[in-house]
């Protein structure tokens, strides 16, 4: 499950046993995951179709790929055709943005921010030779279109796949209105957050940025290829011929289990292969042996809730990473990194891989030309480790340390010049709206095409799904900044809030924490203090687990020090709650719901100690930087009014 440890592993544990890496290129073989021992005549033969396939699909380049190859409209050649003007470079690198607010059909209100630029200023220069020099410019502000595959620019060699593959992969005949609507923006070159991704919508999005990563990834390697017949008599390089990066991959996809790996592969071949069970895939045994799996043996006897079956379904294995290389004919799995155009890993498997400062074996140069970025299912990482997520983020588009065989008279002149952040594409799927990820989206993300937010008001909260009648009172917290937040919170915990949960007349008090950092702080307070206490977090062992429920069941220990990520992997059925003080609110709002609803009666202590069935509280500290997960539990309009409201205690009853 989570894997914070995972700081100390060493770099010697990855993968490095890759034959097919021509020996001046050693670097490499600490990424490569191809399988050990294969021989000299397996490489030969795979060199031997990789040239065939080349020169196939030269031949396969009919007069219309070539006429569309730098068709202006086509939002690829747009997007990636032009330098940055020294305004829009100052805007994009300054966060300069011009705001707008949009009210789509679907998607609902979308927060748009474009670099501001003037417009005069934007359009061309004249050279020292007299010529117009043309500068990129960011797209107007999106709108809804039809996807149309030729309108869309959606490769010729796709347009039969995609239906069968929808059909297959979402059982639909027809892309849905929010399937239109996401790529209406992610074909545009903007980047996305869209933060409303739930277990029925999870198949359209995924079939929507896959369809996008195989057409990036397919318009950049048959450039390169029609490129390299159109060089091979020439001996000067012009710089229309400029088509590269400074290595070779160009998609990376994160995300957080083997089974989701696995479900992006095989919705990717179906859209880039014509028939996937006759496909040409190499590797595919290994890969479905490595990345299917059971369901981890889930209990039957106490069910988990239906949420954490879902998620939880597959190979949930987190430590994984896997080069796709794609050609017109077919896809090649655990290609070695820097022969890949597609990299799908977990953040715990990149991390392993980028290592840290002072770490030996380091390697990151295979991010240095990304060109579009894809996170999904990002609530998760949270949960696993969102620093691996930073840091992955704060590796992309470095110097690279070698050349990797890259030929300079190749490489655009924006990624000569250290812009290619500013060309990175980034789009973010979540289920949640959470502080971490909107700040990963505003500050980790300078897409000079600008960015767009899906920010719709909650108007259910989970504060509706609480069955036992009881008050709930929010404290709210005066602060000025985050970190101001974080002391005045543990402040007033430790000074007002703790003081008046007493053993003889609050007892089985659950004290529920999202944060371990905050958890550890309240230990150890807890400990200096020789309060009555059982603690259960994610690193406890089963038996200690099983103790710390019985004695607090029983009314041995006062209180039980919980935290949210033990709960988020265990999900186990907590008995014996009379009060619950929500340390802040939960990370996950159904969690919420879920705890409180563990006070019913039925799994109460029958025993005098046990408290009347009238005796039971619930306790939530909060502060203004925590709206978007107040608001998931009790609405958007009644967490801004308690924001607004003068008085810091608001209390709410429920049930009946």
């Known amino acids: 499950g989570s894997n914070d440890e995972a700081n100390v592993i060493s770099d010697n544990e990855v993968d490095s046993d890759n034959d097919e890496v021509d020996s001046d290129n050693d670097e490499a073989n600490v990424i490569s995951d191809d399988d050990n021992g294969s021989n000299d005549d397996d490489v030969d033969e795979e060199e031997e179709v990789n040239e065939s396939e080349e020169e196939d699909e030269e ?74 020099e043309i500068y990129a410019t960011p797209h107007a502000l999106p709108s809804v279109k039809e996807i149309d595959v030729e309108k869309c620019f959606v490769k010729s060699q796709l347009h039969n796949n995609i239906d069968r593959a929808l059909f297959k992969h979402c059982q639909l005949d027809a892309f849905t209105p929010l399937q239109t609507e996401l790529f209406s923006v992610i074909n545009s070159y903007q980047d996305l957050f869209y933060p409303e991704r739930t277990f029925n919508n999870a198949e359209q999005i995924r079939f929507v940025y896959c369809l996008h990563a195989v057409n990036h990834s397919l318009k950049t390697r048959l450039k390169v290829i029609h490129h390299n017949a159109r ?46 069970s006759k496909a040409n895939v190499i590797n595919k045994k290994r890969f479905y042996d490595e990345f299917t799996g059971d369901d981890g043996c889930l209990p039957r006897k106490n069910p988990h809730p239906t949420d954490f079956e879902k998620t939880f379904v597959g190979n949930t294995e987190d430590t994984f990473k896997v080069g796709l290389s794609i050609t017109k004919k077919s896809l090649k799995l655990y290609a070695d990194f820097y022969s890949s155009d597609i990299i799908i890993a977990s953040p715990l498997g990149l991390r392993m891989i980028i290592g840290a400062e002072g770490e030996k074996n380091r390697e990151y140069d295979f991010l240095a030309s990304i060109e579009l970025v894809i996170l999904d299912q990002t609530e998760l990482f949270l949960m696993q480790n969102w620093d691996h997520v930073l840091h992955v983020m704060d590796h992309l588009h470095l110097q690279p340390k070698q050349t990797h ?20 594409q980034t789009l973010v799927f979540s289920s949640l709206l959470l502080p971490p990820i909107t700040a990963l989206f505003s500050k980790k993300c300078s897409n000079y095409e600008g960015k767009v937010q899906v920010l719709n008001p909650k108007l259910t909260g989970t504060i509706s799904r609480i069955v036992v009648k009881l008050p709930q009172v929010f404290h709210r917290i005066y602060c000025t900044s985050p970190l101001e937040a974080v002391e005045e919170r543990f402040n007033t915990f430790v000074t007002k809030i703790l003081p008046q949960y007493k053993p003889e007349i609050m007892n089985h008090t659950l004290i529920y924490v999202p944060s ?47 935290s949210e990520r033990f709960h988020f992997f265990r999900r186990i059925r907590v008995r014996g709650i009379r009060h619950i003080v929500f340390y802040e609110p939960p990370q996950f709002p159904h969690f919420y719901s879920e705890m409180i609803n563990f006070m019913q009666e039925a799994n109460q202590y029958r025993h005098e100690d046990g408290g009347s069935a009238d005796n039971i509280s619930v306790s939530v500290l909060y502060t203004k930087y925590d709206l978007a997960a107040l608001s998931a539990i009790v609405t958007t309009p009644r967490a801004s009014a308690m924001l607004l409201n003068d008085n810091p205690v608001q209390m709410f009853t429920t049930g009946e």
Not at 91 to 107: G, M
Not at 405 to 424: E, I, L, M, P, Q
Not at 532 to 553: H, M, P, T
Request: proline residues 3%; charged residues 30%.
């Open 59 to 132: 031949e396969d380049y009919g007069n219309n790929e070539v006429d569309n190859e730098d068709n202006i409209e086509d939002p690829f050649v747009s997007h990636l055709k032009y330098d940055l003007s020294l305004e829009l470079l100052n805007s994009v690198s300054n966060k300069v943005y011009d705001k707008q607010q949009a009210q789509w059909t679907t998607l609902g209100q979308l927060i748009i921010q474009i670099p501001k630029v003037e417009k005069d200023a934007q359009n061309s220069t004249k050279t020292l030779l007299g010529q117009n």
């Open 231 to 276: 060089l091979t008599d020439r001996f000067d390089i012009p710089d229309e011929f400029r088509d590269q990066g400074l290595v070779r991959p160009k998609v990376l996809i994160v995300a957080p289990f083997k089974d989701s790996a696995l479900r992006i592969v095989r919705m990717i071949t179906s859209i880039l292969l014509s028939d996937a």
């Open 405 to 424: 065989g890259t030929d300079f008279a190749r490489v655009r002149s924006w990624a000569v010049n250290g812009w290619t952040k500013y060309y990175r």
């Open 516 to 562: 371990y950092f905050d958890y550890i702080r309240i230990r150890n307070y807890m400990k200096r203090e020789d309060m009555s206490f059982v603690q259960i977090c994610e690193y406890s062992k089963d038996n200690l687990i099983a103790r710390a429920r019985d004695l607090f069941f029983h009314a041995e220990k006062h209180f039980l020090l919980y």
